[in-house]
T-cell receptor, first 112, second 112 residues
Framework: EADIYQTPRYLVIGTGKKITLECSQT?????MYWYQQDPGMELHLIHY???????EKGDLSSESTVSRIRTEHFPLTLESARPSHTSQYLC???????????FGEGSRLTVL | TQLLEQSPQFLSIQEGENLTVYCNSSSVFSSLQWYRQEPGEGPVLLVT?????EVKKLKRLTFQFGDARKDSSLHITAAQPGDTGLYLC????????????FGGGTRVLVKP
């Protein structure tokens, strides 16, 4: 069982609110990722980090930002949420040797 | 156009039937992974294939990596309702420092 946790699992908020999605892993992985996924659809990489103080934008442009102050923690923030941000956000970390991605259970965000 | 094309996008079969999901690209991958995602959960790794022509079996699932390392297939024998889910292939792209790229996914529904 993967040791990667996301909170909240579900969030319903109004337009303009600031939100932070939390992601923590206890596996000591250097590489962490945020994916955006509409239900049953493909994964889109929006942010990744290869270590502390390292963050990069992914393939899909996103208005969210991330930080990596500690190895185990990779939060994602939306300063002003909009209905177009409604989606599921999946956090993952990867094993450096095998390349296997370990995913959290996801945070399903609905912006009204 | 996606780097990794999965087909079909959706597959509905009866319990006991066989199915094959394909993952194709014009690019060469150093390795390719298959994940299964159930509703409300994050994807979970099924297998990683590394060598061109490699075949791996996981109970009723058979995974094959193409000789040229550009394509892969997943074959399920005697499918069961528990096989229902979203199947995702992900390739580590040699030309991009082994960055992982996901296919669009295949939704499989196995009806009892």
């Amino acid at each position: 069982e993967a040791d990667i946790y996301q909170t909240p699992r579900y969030l319903v908020i109004g337009t303009g609110k600031k939100i932070t999605l939390e992601c923590s892993q206890t596996m000591g992985h250097d590489k962490m990722y945020w994916y955006q996924q509409d239900p049953g659809m493909e994964l889109h990489l929006i942010h990744y980090s290869y270590g502390v103080n390292s963050t990069e934008k992914g393939d899909l442009s996103s208005e969210s930002t991330v930080s990596r102050i500690r190895t185990e923690h990779f939060p994602l923030t939306l300063e002003s949420a909009r209905p177009s941000h409604t989606s599921q956000y999946l956090c993952a970390s990867s094993d450096d040797i095998t390349g296997e991605l370990f995913f959290g259970e996801g945070s399903r965000l609905t912006v009204l | 156009t996606q780097l990794l094309e999965q087909s079909p996008q959706f597959l509905s079969i009866q319990e006991g039937e066989n199915l094959t999901v394909y993952c194709n690209s014009s690019s060469v991958f150093s390795s390719l992974q298959w994940y299964r995602q159930e509703p409300g959960e994050g994807p979970v790794l099924l297998v990683t294939v590394v060598t061109g022509g490699e075949v791996k079996k996981l109970k009723r699932l058979t995974f094959q990596f193409g000789d040229a390392r550009k394509d892969s297939s997943l074959h399920i024998t005697a499918a069961q309702p528990g096989d229902t889910g979203l199947y995702l292939c992900a390739g580590a792209l040699m030309a991009a420092g082994n960055k992982l790229t996901f296919g669009g996914g295949t939704r499989v529904l196995v009806k009892p």
